[in-house]
């Protein structure tokens, strides 16, 4: 079992930055590839970043792809995502998700989940 907690949201002007951290407990995180997630209200939950167990294989969804970086330091069993340029449309609960293998961009294959940090970036 592993557990997370996100954090790090907040309401931001659009072409503002935020940095989310999703930090890990209950097993060796360098064990575990991370994923995280969006959910907007009324839609459906979307990939935005995934990274491997070793940091360096790292993914992006098309929407994010050079505005959002993500990254983790095994050392401190945190993941992080780096946001620039965020749009109003950046706006939803980001969460962090894990799993023993790094699970592509299906929400479904990811067994571990946070709670959610939300996001506003305003227009």
């Known amino acids: 079992q592993v557990q997370l907690v996100e954090s790090g949201g907040g309401l931001v002007q659009a072409g503002g930055s935020l940095r989310l951290s999703c930090a890990a407990s209950?097993?060796?995180?360098?064990?575990?590839?991370a994923g995280w997630f969006r959910q907007a209200p009324g839609k459906e939950r979307e990939f935005v970043a995934g990274i491997k167990r070793s940091g360096f294989s790292t993914y992006a969804s098309d929407s994010v792809k050079g505005r959002f970086t993500i990254s983790r330091d095994n050392a401190k069993n945190t993941v992080y995502l780096q946001m620039n340029s965020l749009k109003p449309e950046d706006t939803a609960v980001y969460y962090c998700a894990a799993d023993r293998y790094y699970s592509g961009s299906d929400h479904r294959s990811y067994n571990y989940w946070g709670q959610g940090t939300q996001v506003t970036v305003s227009s």
């Open positions: 209950g097993r060796t995180f360098s064990g575990y590839a």
